[in-house]
């Protein structure tokens, strides 16, 4: 089993930049893919971007392409998610997920964090 940490939201003005991380327990984290996923209220789940359980292979969701990127560091049990550029648009709660397999859709991941905040003002 994987618990999962999220930190580093927080109020940012559009323009600005966040880094976000997810702390992993467990001494198998290197063998999960690893997902970011965000929410707003009233929305289903979305998906922002994925990292195979290597790190060398990395997808993202057209609207972050450029602007976010996803990497991890299986030494320290951690995956991050940089956010650049970021838009009144990009508000959301967003969480960490650990997958067995390769994929972008919520429903494939298994462990899930609690989430963090992210709120971007205009």
């Known amino acids: 089993q994987v618990q999962l940490v999220e930190s580093g939201g927080g109020l940012v003005q559009a323009g600005g930049s966040l880094r976000l991380s997810c702390a992993a327990s467990?001494?198998?984290?290197?063998?999960?893919?690893m997902g970011w996923f965000r929410q707003t209220p009233g929305k289903e789940r979305e998906f922002v971007a994925a990292?195979?359980?290597?790190?060398?292979?990395?997808s993202y969701v057209d609207f972050v392409k450029g602007r976010f990127t996803i990497s991890r560091d299986n030494a320290k049990n951690t995956v991050y998610l940089q956010m650049n550029s970021l838009k009144p648009e990009d508000t959301a709660i967003y969480y960490c997920?650990?997958?067995?397999?390769?994929?972008?859709?919520?429903?494939?991941?298994?462990?899930w964090g609690q989430g963090t905040q992210v709120t971007v003002s205009s």
């Open positions: 997920a650990a997958a067995k397999f390769a994929a972008t859709t919520a429903t494939a991941y298994d462990y």
């Open positions: 990292i195979s359980s290597s790190g060398g292979s990395r």
């Open positions: 467990g001494r198998t984290f290197g063998f999960y893919h």
